[in-house]
Nanobody, 121 residues
Framework: QVQLVESGGGLVQPGGSLRLSCAASGIIFSIGTMAWYRQAPGKERELVTT???????NCVDSVKGRFTISRDSAKNTVYLEMNSLKPEDTAVYYC???????????????WGQGTQVIVSS
């Protein structure tokens, strides 16, 4: 019913920047909190940053001051601006969204397919 499609990953040198996008489509009445997670090779998936539908944000300490999450509610899209990238930021990045498809529906959790970010010289 709902699809999340990420884009914007790639290879970047340390200190560089990337901007990830994640667009939600399908039967959508309302989108609640949106988030970015990441999973590095051999590690558990971790929450990176969140944004509520009123724009409140939160992030893990390791990305504070470097990563910024934002959303365009009119486009059902969430963004992740990543600056001063480090090799340890290398991971597959996933977007996540809580969505209600109808006014009477329960909130359901959806995931994107992931986009690879590699930080290397």
């Amino acid at each position: 019913q709902v699809q999340l499609v990420e884009s914007g990953g790639g290879l970047v040198q340390p200190g560089g920047s990337l901007r990830l996008s994640c667009a939600a489509s399908g039967i959508i009445f309302s989108i609640g909190t949106m988030a970015w997670y990441r999973q590095a090779p051999g590690k558990e998936r971790e929450l990176v940053t969140t944004i509520t539908n009123d724009g409140s944000t939160n992030c893990v300490d390791s990305v504070k001051g470097r990563f910024t999450i934002s959303r365009d509610s009119a486009k059902n899209t969430v963004y992740l601006e990543m600056n001063s990238l480090k090799p340890e930021d290398t991971a597959v990045y996933y977007c996540n969204a809580a969505v209600r498809s109808r006014p009477w529906s329960a909130w359901n959790d959806y995931w994107g397919q992931g986009t690879q970010v590699i930080v290397s010289s």
